[in-house]
Nanobody, 122 residues
């Protein structure tokens, strides 16, 4: 299984970016997927997630600015980020919850991408 994030970069406050997470070798979104971010000295935090039924949830800190979507035909997860703020700066990671051979979902053994850097300047 491979998850490859792209779309990060440097923008000014108020700008937009769209992150992509292309998966391969993974039965796309059978157990849910998510975007996390991490800044130096802080724990990785959940930004947005989508369930296997397609229900999306975003963190309060990005509500109204970020939107998550999934393209099953392209095996790709997206994160549209608008009205970016300096506090959104960080490395963004894509997570895919693993489906076990017993047809259960295992958060503990989820797959992760390598991360993509987002830098927002004021």
């Amino acid at each position: 299984v491979k998850l490859v994030e792209s779309g990060g970069g440097s923008v000014e406050a108020g700008g937009s970016l769209r992150l992509s997470c292309r998966t391969s070798g993974y039965r796309f979104n059978r157990c849910g997927m998510a975007w996390y971010r991490q800044t130096p000295g802080k724990e990785r935090e959940l930004v947005a997630k989508i369930s296997s039924e397609g229900v999306t949830t975003v963190a309060d800190s990005v509500k109204g600015r970020f939107a998550l979507s999934a393209d099953n035909a392209r095996d790709t997860l997206y994160l549209q980020m608008n009205n970016l703020k300096p506090e959104d700066t960080g490395v963004y990671y894509c997570k895919a919850v693993r489906r076990t051979p017993f047809n259960t979902c295992s958060e503990e053994t989820s797959y992760w991408g390598q991360g993509t850097q987002v830098t927002v300047s004021s």
